[in-house]
């Protein structure tokens, strides 16, 4: 999508759901998004690229995956193949949390399993049940609390925002009415870039006092 030259006045939200979607402006200086709603705009964004993504069934590790090894070892390899996205997990279980010292004080996770990490697949050896992937571990994965794989589907792929500017700022007291709102947000996308993009002095911004010459509003 081409964006010319201008300042565009966006009241509302802008969502882009589909893959291999680029919106090009000719510049920041040039191609202007101005944003200029605030009303439940709390943890949103003005402009999302929103994949949807979903998590498979349990593969279940058969043995520690290592920290730096690009190969984990699964219960079952039979389901997997060259190309799938996984996620690997593990549950927060009550000898992680002790383990990091976080007893009482990590709370919301507890007992529920979390991705830890988003790989590619790269080889698979069904019999032996060892799957490669693209990048590294990072952290050890545990069967201790119950490390598996979960095939995802449903992400965004080839999606940019290039070489336009953005602004979102409103009055003072508007602003701080809400909490941790972004100008542009990018959601279960992979292969996405943003270059090219600056923030310029919002027209919705106060003339004067506080919040004058703002650019975008809080995101705290």
């Given amino acids: 999508m081409r964006l010319p030259a ?21 510049g920041a200086e040039q191609s202007r998004l101005w944003f200029t709603a605030f009303s439940d705009m709390s943890f949103e964004a003005h402009l999302t690229f929103a994949g949807a ?7 279940a590790l058969a043995e520690d995956g290592q920290v730096r090894a690009r190969t984990i070892t699964v219960a079952d390899a039979g389901g997997l193949k060259v190309g799938d996205e996984i996620a690997i997990g593990w549950q927060i279980s009550p000898a992680f949390v002790t383990e990091h010292e976080m007893s009482g004080t990590w709370m919301v996770f507890n007992d529920s399993w979390q991705p830890f990490f988003w790989r590619t697949v790269t080889a698979v050896d069904p019999g032996s049940g060892v799957v490669e992937i693209d990048v590294p571990l990072r952290y ?30 409103v009055g003072w007291e508007d602003a701080w009415s809400q909490d941790q709102v972004y100008a542009v947000a990018m959601l279960g996308v992979r292969d996405a870039w943003v270059t090219g993009v600056k923030s310029f002095v919002s027209p919705g911004a106060p003339g004067e006092g506080k919040g004058a010459g703002a650019t975008c509003s809080r995101a705290g």
């Fill in 53 to 59: 993504p979903q998590l498979g069934a349990d593969v």
């Fill in 140 to 169: 050890p994965a545990l069967v201790r609390d119950q490390a598996s794989v979960r095939p995802v589907t449903g992400l965004l792929r080839e999606v940019a925002l290039m070489d336009v500017g953005v602004a979102n700022a």
């Fill in 6 to 26: 201008g300042l565009y006045r966006v009241d509302g939200r802008l969502t882009v759901k589909a893959s291999n979607t680029v919106i090009a402006g000719v």
